[in-house]
């Protein structure tokens, strides 16, 4: 059973169209919703339940991030398809391009796909390691990467901490992490899947007040 890989995305390019013009939102809102907006990042929620399907679509270079086990047929403009597979807790980073998926597992598909907005990657560079904070690499790409973290249970960044990356940060499972961000009030419980924006030089305030450590992925946006 194969995994997903780029070559899948990227063979959708050499198709002509509009760029973009079929948005998942507008032709499948049932399956797709977006969770986060910004003019760094779209963030959408994909729900597939088994034998679910879509129709075509269009998505710029973006990450997904399974939360669950995926086996997805992708149909590409030419007629072309494919099987392939995601485990749960995993990470792909997929350029631009066009397909019809369908979910050919006996289980339904849950996933967050992030897709990267600037006309042309940027150039922060992305940190080996951060304090406090165990890291895995799953997924990395021209724009970004998305590491799987575990905070230790002392893991503190002060306040007025900044970064000069963007960053998505996804829960991946029930947690106490206090984020306070910008000197708005510090979100402080957390749930599979809850996703938060920190955005570059903003300065924030991050805890683990769980007393244990906490899971989630960072999606870092050079």
């Keep these: 059973m194969k995994r997903w890989t780029p070559l899948l995305f990227s063979a959708a390019l050499v198709v002509p169209a509009p760029a973009f013009a079929q948005d998942p939102v507008k032709v499948d809102g049932g399956h797709y919703n977006v969770v986060l907006d910004n003019p760094s990042v779209r963030v959408l929620k994909v729900d597939h339940p088994a034998g679910g399907k879509s129709p075509m679509h269009d998505h710029p270079d973006a990450i997904i991030v399974a939360l669950s086990a995926a086996k997805v047929r992708f149909t590409l403009p030419d007629g072309k398809s494919e099987e392939s597979s995601l485990a749960n807790d995993s990470a792909m980073y997929t350029p631009a391009g066009k397909h019809s998926p369908a979910n050919i597992g006996t289980s339904a598909v849950s996933a967050l796909v992030i897709e990267f907005k600037g006309a042309a990657p940027g150039k922060a560079a992305l940190p080996a390691a951060r304090a406090g904070l165990a890291t895995k690499v799953l997924a990395e790409g021209p724009r970004g990467s998305a590491s799987r973290t575990t905070a230790a249970p002392t893991f503190h960044e002060p306040a007025g901490s900044t970064h000069d990356?963007?960053?998505?940060?996804?829960?991946?499972?029930?947690?106490?992490?206090?984020?306070?961000?910008?000197?708005?009030?510090?979100?402080?419980?957390?749930?599979?899947?809850?996703?938060?924006?920190?955005?570059?030089?903003?300065?924030?305030?991050?805890?683990?007040?769980?007393?244990?450590?906490?899971?989630?992925?960072?999606?870092a946006v050079k």
């Excluded at 998505?168 to 996703?195: C, E, Y």
């Excluded at 300065?203 to 989630?216: I, R, V, Y």
């Design 165 to 219: 990356f963007d960053q998505v940060v996804i829960a991946l499972g029930p947690m106490q992490m206090s984020l306070a961000i910008d000197g708005k009030p510090a979100r402080t419980s957390w749930v599979r899947g809850d996703v938060a924006f920190i955005g570059r030089g903003v300065p924030h305030e991050a805890k683990n007040t769980s007393g244990k450590p906490a899971d989630f992925i960072i999606i």
